[in-house]
């Protein structure tokens, strides 16, 4: 079965520590007048050939650093785009969040803190709108909760 992009949901909150997870109302939907949201995870991976085999390279992947790349128009009302425009002259922990991902078929949630970079809010050509875009990277691997189907 195939589903739209549209219905994976991405949501953000603020961040105080690693072991406190936000409220449900903490969240923020990210999506309005986002019209594209590209997963750029990043993987190390290493290859090397062993005698006990043929000698062929096996991949083995040392690292996973999930992260995703958002582009769209910027709305300063919208709670969420203005959560993270307010990150932009900030460093370190100041550009922590919490990202919630929930995948378009409603049966996996992927929880965890991570850290927004890139951030354009406002920028573009006179006659256009201004364009928003940030990337969320990940921290560590997040939790995942699964949801059996009915």
């Known amino acids: 079965m195939r589903h739209k992009n ?34 750029s995870t990043d993987e190390e991976v290493e290859t090397e050939g062993f005698y006990d085999g043929d000698g062929t390279p ?3 992947v040392s690292t996973v650093a999930i992260s995703y790349n958002f582009e769209g128009h910027y709305d300063p009302t919208d709670p969420a ?7 932009r002259l ?6 922590r969040c919490w990202h ?3 995948s378009a078929d409603r049966t996996r949630t ?3 803190h ?16 201004e364009e928003f875009s940030c990337n969320i990277g ?13």
């Not at 109302?25 to 594209?36: F, P, R």
């Not at 900030?90 to 550009?95: A, E, K, L, P, Q």
């Not at 850290?115 to 050509?125: E, F, L, P, R």
């Open 6 to 39: 549209a219905l994976r949901e991405h949501w953000v909150a603020p961040f105080t520590n690693a072991a406190t997870e936000p409220q449900e109302n903490e969240y923020m939907i990210l999506a309005k007048w986002i019209s594209t949201i590209a997963d």
């Open 58 to 60: 096996e991949t083995r």
């Open 81 to 87: 785009q203005r959560f993270v425009s307010d990150m």
């Open 90 to 95: 900030m460093t370190g922990d100041g550009r």
């Open 100 to 102: 919630k991902v929930i």
């Open 110 to 112: 992927w929880i965890g």
């Open 114 to 129: 991570a850290t927004v970079s890139n951030i354009v809010a406002g920028s573009g050509a006179a006659t256009e709108d």
């Open 138 to 150: 990940y921290n560590h691997i997040p939790r995942e909760t699964v949801t059996p189907t009915p």
